[in-house]
């Protein structure tokens, strides 16, 4: 630590969290792939269960080789910390247990990958946890949907797949002034691409699965604390200002004045409903991000290549992507995404479902798959996958085009990915 | 728990446990612009191990209410008055950087009250530098970033602290915000916000030699072998006055976060020869 400052976000990608092994010298990071930890004496176990020491118990709960991704995210994002999970949506479940109950309500964007809609629309109201949804650029739609029981504003840095830009200062003055933190999924954008907090989100998450491992090989999620949201001022969360009764009376906000949230969730949520981050998972994850800021450049550099090809296309009826001045989030994405609004972003054929379908069995190099973030191209057409029982009318009001088709760009040349977009939209065309 | 000194609330952090003033009493003391937070290990290790702990906000800071004690003297009556109102008669003082000088004070304006000092890192004088003095004045996040990174030695502190999984210089800098946006009382400080005031009472803190020989108790001086807040050499002569054995930990200056466990052996074995000492003297 040489300098007046921390370093910058490359050095951090390498370093933050991690050092040579103290035990063994090696460099590189050890999967400490170990469910249980020794204790040292009585005391240091007794200390441990205390919360009078800090240390590793169970594997569950935390790791060393969790730590160090959990510290390097939270280092890029700017936070106090985080805490690694199974996968993105255990984030999402992780943040939201720990603020939520029987009765809760949140308000979230309806821009939102279908997973997450799933869990809020369908699977949390099971359990009293209400969400109402509101378009991301409906101001005060998400102002007039707060009620005295919402716990949690929650939206995408860019909405799935239309690319809307949040707008995080606006929502997050929202927020505050309902004092309810802002929640963001962070996983389009990776902090290369934006850091949330700096514009006043409370809390990120990602899946990991995405663009920071970025290999297309493991799932995981982290979930980030910014430490900046008072819960203590907000008067909404006895879940972190009252004692709990189950750790000794602990009242978290007094343990930690800014990561009182990390506390009940690790103690709590990773402890009670166990969705943890294998060691395995943790160490690749972990070298995808040891090359983040090599590969967004690159995806960026090779995404605006190929947005301004289909642009140039007559068979492209549109091109979602918010650095077209076409796009809606335009001006929104100049302001919070300079270095680029990702690799991800759908654009309609022009013509039938049926083309649609041409277009994507023609490609070559692009994969037909459900994901997104992969160092490799890939491609969905929803009409004819995740939204194949609808029916036009169900598409449009989706905001989905029979000729949707989203695209993930990858890490190949640019030129070889145009050729091969060439082709499929020549097949498309002949297929009409 | 709350307590009313001077007519003001004033917290204190009691380790996890309800405060018992007939055990054997701690109080900790924190460093310009934190709070009673950067102690609870230790807080709580000494909690649960048959002592009464204490871990302070300071006025102006964090849940204590008030205007921020004008000089490190002041803070150390405010210290004296808050174990008043917590019915305290003798305590060991723990204190950090700042919160050092005051428990040092503390010492010397009560010599039959105090049982032990332990000094973490400390220095006398504590000279704050031109540079971070007018940025803390100009621009505190600055001044912010700059203590950040000056206080912690590595981008690895494990296992770091209060638990795995926390990023130290993201903790510590959202900590120094959030007590620099919430301190009351400015207009009767030293500073043009919360950080140059804290500051200031280190740079101006004087007499600290004459206070080291009012002291009666042990003491005992823990240190940062790469600390670039108080260089472990600045610490000598206040050492030396206090007759303190000294303890050199890998770590720099915020010893609380960076090596929580060599601190937490490194101050029982300070307070343990110090009620050595104080059961030979006596």
């Not at chain 1, 080789?65 to 280092?75: F, H, P, Q």
């Not at chain 1, 999970?85 to 939520?100: C, P, Q, R």
């Not at chain 1, 809760?104 to 946890?129: D, E, K, M, Q």
């Not at chain 1, 007094?254 to 009182?260: I, P």
């Amino acid at each position: 630590m040489p300098g007046a400052a921390d370093p910058g976000f490359d050095t951090l990608t390498i370093h933050a969290g991690a050092a040579p092994d103290p035990a063994t010298g090696a460099r590189a990071l050890p999967i400490y792939l170990s469910t249980s930890f020794v204790y040292q004496s009585s005391e240091h176990a007794a200390s441990l269960f205390d919360m009078a020491r800090s240390g590793h118990v169970y594997s569950r709960v935390s790791n060393p080789t969790n730590a160090v991704l959990e510290e390097r995210v939270a280092a890029l994002q700017g936070g106090v910390g985080a805490i690694a999970t199974a996968s993105g949506h255990a984030a999402l479940h992780l943040a939201i247990a720990t603020l939520a109950g029987a009765g809760s309500h949140i308000v979230a964007s309806t821009a939102l990958y279908g997973g997450s809609h799933n869990l809020l629309a369908y699977t949390l109201p099971r359990f009293g946890i209400r969400t109402s949804f509101v378009r991301p650029d409906d101001i005060d739609g998400w102002r007039a949907a707060i009620r005295p029981e919402t716990r949690l504003l929650f939206g995408e840095t860019l909405g799935n797949p239309g690319l809307e830009v949040l707008d995080i200062p606006t929502l997050s003055a929202i927020a505050h002034a309902a004092r309810v933190p802002l929640l963001v999924d962070s996983t389009f954008t990776t902090p290369w691409l934006m850091k949330p907090f700096e514009h006043g989100a409370d809390l990120v998450f990602h899946s990991a699965t995405k663009f920071l491992s970025g290999h297309g090989t493991v799932l995981g999620g982290v979930l980030v604390d910014g430490g900046t949201f008072d819960w203590d001022a907000s008067g909404r969360f006895p879940e972190l200002t009252a004692p709990y009764e189950r750790l000794q009376g602990m009242v978290f906000s007094e343990e930690s004045s800014v990561a009182a949230f990390l506390l009940r969730a690790r103690r709590e949520g990773l402890r009670d409903f166990g969705a943890c981050m294998s060691p395995h998972t943790a160490w690749l994850i972990l070298q995808g991000i040891e090359t983040l800021p090599l590969r967004m450049a690159r995806h960026v550099e090779n995404t605006r290549k190929v947005v301004a090809f289909l642009a140039a296309q007559p068979m492209v009826a549109r091109v979602g992507y918010p650095e077209l001045a076409s796009h809606p989030s335009h001006a929104l994405a100049a302001k919070l995404l300079p270095r680029g609004a990702g690799s991800v972003f759908a654009f309609d054929v022009a013509g039938s479902r049926t083309q649609g379908q041409a277009f994507i069995e023609a490609l070559r190099i692009f994969s037909h798959l459900t994901n997104v973030g992969d160092c490799r191209s890939l491609v969905t057409h929803p009409a004819s996958t995740t939204h194949a029982r609808m029916d036009d009318a169900a598409l449009a009001a989706a905001g989905i085009a029979a000729g949707t088709i989203r695209l993930s760009i990858g890490l190949e040349d640019a030129d070889d990915l145009i050729d091969d977009l060439k082709r499929a939209l020549d097949a498309a065309r002949k297929a009409q | 728990m709350m307590f009313t000194v001077a007519g003001r609330e004033a917290y204190a952090y009691s380790g996890g446990k309800p405060f018992d003033a007939t055990l054997p009493c701690i109080v900790f003391v924190h460093g310009a612009l934190n709070d009673h937070s950067v102690w609870t290990l230790l807080a709580r290790w000494f909690a649960h191990h048959g002592h009464a702990v204490l871990a302070l906000d300071l006025p102006g800071h964090g849940r204590s209410t008030g205007a921020p004690a004008p000089s490190v003297q002041a803070a150390a009556q405010w210290l004296l008055a808050l174990l008043d109102a917590a019915g305290v008669a003798r305590a060991a003082v723990v204190g950090h950087s700042l919160g050092s000088l005051i428990a040092l004070e503390a010492a010397a304006q009560a010599p039959g009250r105090i049982t032990q000092l332990v000094m973490i890192g400390t220095a006398y004088p504590m000279k704050v530098g031109a540079a971070l003095l007018d940025t803390a004045r100009a621009r505190p996040l600055a001044a912010i970033d700059m203590v950040n990174a000056f206080s912690l030695s590595s981008l690895a502190c494990k296992p770091s602290f209060p638990g795995p999984g926390m990023w130290l210089h993201g903790s510590q800098r959202a900590l120094m915000r959030r007590t620099l946006a919430g301190a009351s009382g400015l207009e009767a400080g030293v500073g043009a916000n919360l950080l140059e005031h804290d500051l200031r009472l280190c740079d101006r803190y004087a007499g600290g030699l004459e206070a080291a020989a009012r002291v009666r108790c042990p003491a005992h001086v823990v240190l940062g072998r790469d600390d670039r807040m108080t260089s472990p050499k600045a610490a000598r002569d206040i050492a030396a006055a206090l007759h303190a054995r000294v303890t050199l930990l890998a770590g720099g200056h915020s010893l609380m976060a960076e090596a929580p466990d060599a601190l937490l052996a490194a101050l029982r074995a300070a307070l343990a020869d110090a009620a050595t000492t104080a059961a030979q003297a006596s």
